[in-house]
């Protein structure tokens, strides 16, 4: 079945008033373009807009009802009252639906306008927050405000180059190369319009030309203010990940998934992946190298921060996200821990009125409907924490069980670690001279981060002796270490009972296959270095 493309805002609110839908609920940002779009609709369906504030009362062209009116009560019955075919949009409308009688009086304004044969009358309660009470869910039809496309874009940085100064623009290579123009465009996907604008005068300010480092810079700055989703910058590499090869070869794969030659190809956007495993494993590192590998941003969603104490809000918080990774996609929008946020989607409806039930729905629907290029890695340790829905084939396209490292994965991992040490420490130290079996064999059971910790250790004891780091003092640190494997040993049996016959394998199973008889050999080397 083919991709159902999301229609555009403006089409679907023009929808809704060739529909005769009275009540309707446009959650924006961007007021003046809103308004904007707003008068196109108008004008295409003969209707006068009308914008009424607390402030400034009602406005309109042609003054069909009176400035003065600026009590949100009246307003509505000089509403009601209106002869003529109008969108009257109320700005900023959302804390006066806290207001039992606004409540009502909405409703029975709804039920008046729908009534009424003469007069074409619809009303818009445009505002950046989405709070909608219950008693008016089934009355208000709402419309997300689509940030600007590609086209808009494109328009903006052309209209902000004409208003700079001459000088300014004799030095602004990017608006006469097309592809330097297409980077910037690309940059700016994700802000509005006037955060496009002013982001763009930064950089003629800064380097008298459209920086894509400046704009990606300031977009990350502005993207975080939202404390949901945050730019993550990240230098891993695929590299960086010792083992896993059968995660690592999947993300090869699918490295050039995202292009148009791809679409060309009949070739779907992939969706996303699970990863469920012990704790410190390389789950995180692989989203981070995942976008690293595909030179895609790397979003991370704080699902914690989605979870407002107010009502509606975590609702509209979800829905945000999601609207501003579509807009910056191709992207990979990462989750981590997402048992810890979605614990309590069980109890939701004693707990926290169904919040938590609601913003869950929200976001596995978007999971199993996207055709964004938006392509979601959600990392788990807790399995029985997840609610069974999410699991269901469909929202990802494969769940990994990232499992301790085998035997060769151990001394992958000390390759990369010792490497890295290198590469951030003005002493080098030869990787080949340290004894690997000996390292293997004390770190059986370990996780990829507690064999970093054991370096670590031994790190801080090297210095403190005034001595370099050796395999002995990495092994008397590994010693010294009660690995979580063991501590934890009942709660890591039962997820590896769980991901037998439900997950991939992120190692490949023929090395697991092997690595009994590889520990064996190893352990036999080592007892001559343990203290």
């Not at 009424?116 to 909608?132: A, E, N």
């Not at 050039?256 to 995180?284: E, N, Q, W, Y």
């Not at 104490?309 to 929008?333: F, M, Q, T």
């Not at 629907?365 to 959600?378: C, G, N, R």
Request: hydrophobic letters at 45%; aromatic letters at 6%.
């Amino acid at each position: 079945m083919a991709d159902k493309k999301r229609r555009p805002s403006a089409e679907e609110f023009e929808d809704l008033i060739r529909a005769a839908v009275p009540l309707i609920y446009l959650s924006s940002y961007e007021e003046e373009r809103a308004r904007w779009k707003l008068q196109e609709v108008a004008t295409r369906r003969e209707r006068e807009l009308v914008t009424w504030s607390i402030v400034s009362g009602f406005k309109s062209r042609n003054n069909v009802l009176g400035a003065d009116v600026k009590d949100p009560v009246a307003a509505l019955d000089a509403i009601d009252k209106l002869e003529a075919h109008a969108i009257v949009c109320l700005m900023d409308f959302h804390p006066y639906l806290e207001d039992p009688v606004i409540r009502r009086r909405l409703r029975e304004l709804s039920m008046s306008i729908a009534g009424q044969t003469k007069y074409r009358k619809h009303v818009v309660l445009m505002s950046p927050v989405l709070k909608i009470p219950p008693e008016l869910e089934k009355d208000l039809a709402v419309v997300d405000f689509d940030l600007p496309d590609v086209e808009e874009i494109d328009g903006i940085v052309v209209s902000t180059i004409d208003q700079a100064p001459a000088k300014a623009r004799e030095n602004v290579k990017g608006l006469k190369d097309k592809v330097a123009r297409r980077r910037v465009v690309d940059a700016a996907l994700g802000l509005t319009a006037n955060e496009i604008r002013v982001v763009l005068s930064k950089s003629l300010v800064r380097t008298r030309d459209l920086d894509v480092g400046v704009i990606s810079g300031e977009k990350r700055h502005i993207i975080r203010k939202s404390g949901i989703l945050e730019f993550y910058d990240t230098d891993a590499r695929i590299e960086d990940i010792g083992g896993l090869e059968a995660l690592k070869d999947w993300l090869r794969k699918r490295q050039m998934a995202f292009t148009d030659d791809a679409r060309k190809f009949g070739l779907p956007a992939p969706k996303g992946i699970l990863l469920i495993g012990v704790p410190g494993c390389g789950k995180s590192l692989s989203a981070k190298a995942a976008a690293s590998l595909w030179q895609i941003p790397l979003l991370r969603l704080d699902v914690g921060a989605v979870m407002s104490a107010l009502v509606g809000s975590s609702e509209d918080n979800i829905r945000k996200a999601i609207r501003v990774a579509e807009s910056v996609a191709p992207c990979v929008l990462w989750l981590d821990e997402l048992e810890k946020s979605l614990s309590g989607v069980k109890s939701s409806g004693n707990s926290d009125a169904g919040t938590t039930a609601r913003v869950f729905g929200t976001f596995v629907t978007w999971l199993q409907e996207k055709t964004s290029p938006v392509f979601v890695i959600a990392t788990a340790n807790d399995v029985t924490a997840l609610p069974p829905e999410l699991l269901r084939k469909g929202r990802f396209d494969d769940i990994f069980f990232v499992d301790l490292p085998n035997v060769e994965e151990r001394e992958a991992i000390f390759r990369v670690q010792l490497d890295k040490l290198n590469r951030r420490s003005d002493h080098k130290r030869d990787v080949d001279e340290f004894d690997m079996e000996a390292l293997v064999a004390a770190t059986r059971e370990f996780s990829g981060s507690e064999i970093e910790q054991a370096i670590v250790s031994a790190l801080h004891d090297a210095f403190e002796a005034h001595e370099d780091i050796t395999t002995e003092r990495i092994v008397k640190a590994a010693h010294d270490t009660f690995p979580l494997a063991r501590t934890m040993k009942e709660n890591i049996d039962g997820l590896r009972m769980w991901a037998n016959g439900r997950a991939r394998y992120a190692t490949p199973k023929q090395e697991l296959a092997v690595e009994a008889s590889q520990e064996t050999s190893a352990a036999a080397g080592v007892s001559d270095l343990e203290v």
